[in-house]
């Protein structure tokens, strides 16, 4: 059974904004409890102008998108040497525009047979024992194994073979599908443009072991 719309988001997503909203919650009380310690230090300090005052930091640079090739775009992440590495990105949504999961591919070099690397990332609330299962047009879909879960979401980290890469180049649609553990008895079918995959994938940075 496939789950679409308003059901899909209400089914994966309930969990996520529960868990986001207990996440601020927290965020505000140690606010709150910060500000409460800063009030008490700024007392015991003497009156001097820059007392209290935050000097800053260094801020770490953020990822960005370099270009984009058909439906995906080339992230990049800034490093010292300037010679800064770039991963394949794409944000998948459903028919009314919500985000429902992130595709994460990057090329890799002196690894056997996986030549390239991919991080999927779908929402809390997912059944993890069913796995995720992932095919490319109408071919036959391969189940993977969820490698973590965090606040932001659930991922699964797959190694992607040379003719299954080639698939992708020549394919139109890859198809990830899940399971909410809500609703065990449904699957949900997420798909993954490949329109401009082939240029994305040779403009990525190839990573060496």
């Not at 089914?11 to 909203?21: E, F, G, V, Y």
């Not at 047009?137 to 299954?164: H, N, Q, V, W």
Request: aromatic share 6%.
């Amino acid at each position: 059974m496939q789950l679409h719309g308003d059901a899909m988001t209400k089914t994966l997503l309930h969990l996520s904004l529960a868990a986001m909203l207990a996440l601020s919650t927290a965020a505000g009380a140690q606010e709150a409890a910060t500000e409460t310690g800063t009030d008490s230090a700024a007392t015991a300090q003497d009156a001097s102008p820059a007392a209290g005052l935050d000097t800053g930091r260094e801020v770490s640079a953020q990822p960005y998108i370099k270009e984009k090739h058909g439906d995906w775009s080339l992230r990049c992440f800034p490093n010292e040497a300037g010679d800064d590495p770039c991963q394949m990105y794409q944000l998948l949504t459903e028919s009314q525009g919500n985000p429902v999961a992130e595709v994460m591919l990057y090329r890799l070099e002196g690894t056997g047979n996986v030549v390239a690397g991919v991080t999927i990332a779908v929402p809390l609330g997912t059944l993890l024992t069913e796995e995720i299962k992932l095919s490319v047009d109408d071919a036959k879909a391969k189940s993977y194994a969820f490698s973590y879960c965090t606040m932001g979401g659930c991922f699964s980290r797959i190694g992607l073979t040379g003719p299954e890469i080639e698939a992708m180049k020549k394919g139109v649609e890859a198809v990830i599908e899940i399971v909410p553990a809500q609703a065990p008895d449904q699957v949900v079918r997420i798909g993954v443009s490949l329109k401009g995959f082939t240029a994305a994938y040779e403009a990525a940075t190839t990573l060496k072991n």
